[in-house]
T-cell receptor
Framework: AQKVTQAQTEISVVEKEDVTLDCVYE???????LFWYKQPPSGELVFLIR??????QNEISGRYSWNFQKSTSSFNFTITASQVVDSAVYFC????????????FGTGTRLQVFP | GAVVSQHPSRVICKSGTSVKIECRSL??????MFWYRQFPKKSLMLMAT?????????EQGVEKDKFLINHASLTLSTLTVTSAHPEDSSFYIC?????????????FGPGTRLTVT
């Protein structure tokens, strides 16, 4: 069965702190995709990244970075020097190669960045 | 990224009435559209997948007669909640994708908050 676990329900940090959001997944498939989405208070989901299971290289995009560790089935997301605008709910999601349509979402982590 | 709109953004309806939610892809052709439901402070649950011109595929536990989905064109899908009840109150989000595109990505709409009184 496929499952995505985001154990951190809520995280609060002060601006300029670094913060890591954890994501652990379960799948029997050898080929799959992992995603991170941001949901600001407005409600719209904003795509952040997609990573396929064969690409374990870490990725950095500005203040965002992702650490994919297949050995621990984790795909963690770090925001460096957080800003108030980073406050949102962040979802990790999984889709399997045989059914790329179906996104299985974690329960989300609410990040609050205080000035 | 591509733009997906939803209308209305908020709707309040009385118990027993039906309400229609529209999902439009504004700048690309969406061969596939998805409907999700999100309860407060909860994750998104896929309700159904619709392909243009064919019947929607519903996830287990989702009543197809309750949640009618139509995907009549490459830019529009509608979700009709029939005979709505208070337990149908939720945040409904659609997403759209183009299966023929090289980058198969789902683009999400801003969501529709439904309140049934």
């Amino acid at each position: 069965a496929q499952k995505v676990t985001q154990a951190q329900t809520e995280i609060s940090v002060v601006e300029k702190e670094d913060v890591t959001l954890d994501c652990v997944y379960e799948t029997r498939d050898t080929t799959y995709y992992l995603f991170w989405y941001k949901q600001p208070p407005s409600g719209e989901l904003v795509f952040l990244i997609r990573r396929n299971s064969f690409d374990e290289q870490n990725e950095i995009s500005g203040r965002y970075s992702w650490n994919f560790q297949k050995s621990t089935s984790s795909f963690n997301f770090t925001i460096t020097a957080s800003q108030v605008v980073d406050s949102a709910v962040y979802f990790c999601a999984l889709s399997e190669a045989y059914n790329t349509d179906k996104l299985i979402f974690g329960t989300g982590t609410r990040l609050q960045v205080f000035p | 990224g591509a733009v997906v709109s939803q209308h209305p953004s908020r709707v309040i309806c009385k118990s027993g009435t039906s309400v229609k939610i529209e999902c439009r892809s504004l700048d690309f052709q969406a061969t596939t559209m998805f409907w999700y439901r999100q309860f407060p402070k909860k994750s998104l649950m896929l309700m159904a997948t619709s392909n243009e011109g064919s019947k929607a595929t519903y996830e287990q536990g989702v009543e197809k007669d309750k949640f009618l989905i139509n995907h009549a064109s490459l830019t529009l899908s509608t979700l009709t909640v029939t005979s709505a009840h208070p337990e149908d109150s939720s945040f409904y989000i659609c997403s759209a994708a183009n299966r023929q595109a090289t980058s198969y990505e789902q683009y999400f709409g801003p969501g529709t908050r439904l309140t049934v009184t």
